[in-house]
């Protein structure tokens, strides 16, 4: 079954604890981005990556990192997370940025205390 | 640059009536436009995309979109709503001169009374 999969799903964590959120396809896609979902503000690009070993930023890329060393995965890294990274995370994924179908994942809901 | 603009942040129909969510865009190139619907509690389905070709474009769900030009627009129809289609509808706009960098609207949130 073609997917994306996002872990975990749900994490509280505190300030200046280091995490990473994992996302893989299944699908080959050389395109794979990370948004951010704010009540009020819909979704905002973080960032975004054209195929292994190329990553750009997005809308709001402070206080994120990303990698892609291999093409189905792109793990999204909180190096030092704050409270205003509290938010709803979403990977997505598509053959080329504008395919016509883009898959995304479940959502990873992230509370920093 | 490239923006979206959803201009309602939350629309209210009845079951079996037609359904208007508005999206305005700007963009430097030649845009390429999506919605996407989000149901409670779930990630995002893509309901339709146009990226040049006809005009007026079908998506699933019996929801369809035309863009405009002139008018900047992109707006999101359905003849008749269902219950089902209760959810929020996110305009999205990405163009060659940022390739990969995809806008969000803010959101539709679409209520249907029985």
């Known amino acids: 079954e073609a997917q994306v999969t996002q872990n975990p799903r749900y994490l509280i964590t505190v300030t200046g604890k280091k995490l990473t959120v994992t996302c893989s396809q299944n699908?080959?896609?050389?395109?794979m981005s990370w948004y951010r979902q704010d009540p009020g503000l819909g979704l905002r690009q973080i960032y975004y990556?054209?195929?292994?070993?190329?990553?750009d930023k997005g809308d709001v890329p402070e206080g994120y990192k990303v990698s892609r060393k291999e093409k189905r995965n792109f793990p999204l890294i909180l190096e030092s997370p704050s409270p205003n990274q509290t938010s709803l995370y979403f990977c997505?994924?598509?053959?080329?940025?504008?395919?016509?179908?883009?898959?995304f994942g479940p959502g990873t809901r992230l509370l920093v205390l | 640059a490239q923006s979206v603009t959803q201009l309602d942040s939350h629309v209210s129909v009845s079951e079996g009536t037609p359904v208007l969510l508005r999206c305005n865009y700007s963009?430097?190139?030649?845009?390429?436009l999506f919605w996407y619907v989000q149901h409670p509690n779930k990630g995002l389905q893509l309901l339709l995309k146009?990226?040049?070709?006809?005009?007026l474009v079908k998506g699933i769900n019996g929801f369809e979109a035309e863009f405009k030009k002139s008018e900047t627009s992109f707006h999101l129809t359905k003849p008749s709503a269902h219950m089902s289609d209760a959810a929020e509808y996110f305009c999205?706009?990405?163009?060659?001169?940022?390739?990969?960098?995809?806008?969000f609207g803010k959101g539709t949130k679409l209520s249907v009374k029985p």
């Open positions: 997505a994924s598509s053959l080329t940025p504008l395919a016509k179908t883009q898959y």
């Open positions: 699908m080959n896609h050389e395109y």
């Open positions: 990556s054209m195929n292994v070993e190329v990553t």
């Open positions: 963009s430097s190139y030649s845009p390429s």
């Open positions: 146009y990226t040049s070709a006809a005009t």
């Open positions: 999205v706009v990405s163009d060659l001169g940022s390739q990969g960098n995809l806008i």
